[in-house]
């Protein structure tokens, strides 16, 4: 079993975690190379026709970093995707039908637990803008995670009013708590630029999601074909 989920999310997660990385550096990775020049002083035009390098003096460095970054969100999403096989793995035994279609749900559930739902409050944020402590926003967002992620599960497994009644309250505690907020909001870099690189961050978040819960459910489907 470990060595079917082991590869069921090894596969699943590095064809998703390239997707992404592929839509972050069209997309996202731009917007923050723009906005870490506002953060440096330095304002340039910013538009399809120019290039921003973050270090144009060192040869390959580009490259290297983008070949890096690659790396380093398939590795992500390998983990993301462990853990969605994993319960996957687990409904299944409770009589839920896993499959490609079902997939794409679970991974949209996923996405509003990791994402959507942290970014409710806390949206993804530029270099050069306030933030509050790290540490206390890391504390916020893995409780924020925690309980949209248990939200999740029982509006898709519970059986009575009770359940999604915790499940909203799971939803909204958080945001009724408030996340940690900067004594002042200020910042070199325009809301706009800030908008916008949230607004790319979650798209690609969500397109992620969708595409690596697709293919987990694919690939249990497919192996459950197998093996019967």
């Known amino acids: ?62 490259a290297l970093r983008d070949g890096l970054s690659i790396v380093f969100t398939m590795l992500v999403y390998a983990g993301y995707a462990m853990v969605l096989v994993a319960l996957m793995a687990l409904a299944q035994t409770r009589g839920a039908r896993i499959d490609g279609r079902i997939g794409l749900i679970w991974g949209l559930a996923a996405f509003v637990a990791v994402h959507l739902a942290p970014g409710f409050t806390l949206a993804p944020e530029v270099p050069g803008v306030a933030a509050a402590d790290v540490y206390a926003r890391q504390i916020w967002w893995f409780a924020t995670v925690a309980a949209a992620g248990i939200a999740m599960w029982l509006i898709g497994f519970g059986h009575s009013w009770v359940a999604w009644g915790v499940a909203v309250v799971l ?12 004594d002042v909001f200020t910042g070199p870099v325009p809301t706009e630029i800030g908008a916008l690189f949230a607004a790319r961050a979650l798209g690609v978040g969500l397109a992620a999601w969708v595409i690596l819960g697709g293919l987990a459910g694919y690939i249990w489907a497919r192996d459950d074909a197998r093996l019967a």
């Open 1 to 62: 079993m470990f060595s079917r989920l082991l590869t069921s999310a090894l596969l699943a997660g590095a064809a998703a975690g390239l997707f992404a990385a592929l839509l972050q550096l069209v997309f996202v990775q731009p917007v923050l190379l723009h906005a870490e020049l506002y953060e440096g002083g330095e304002l340039v035009h910013f538009g399809a026709e120019s290039t921003v390098s973050a270090h144009p003096d060192l040869p390959g460095f580009d």
């Open 171 to 182: 939803l909204l505690a958080p945001h009724v708590i408030g996340a940690p907020e900067p």
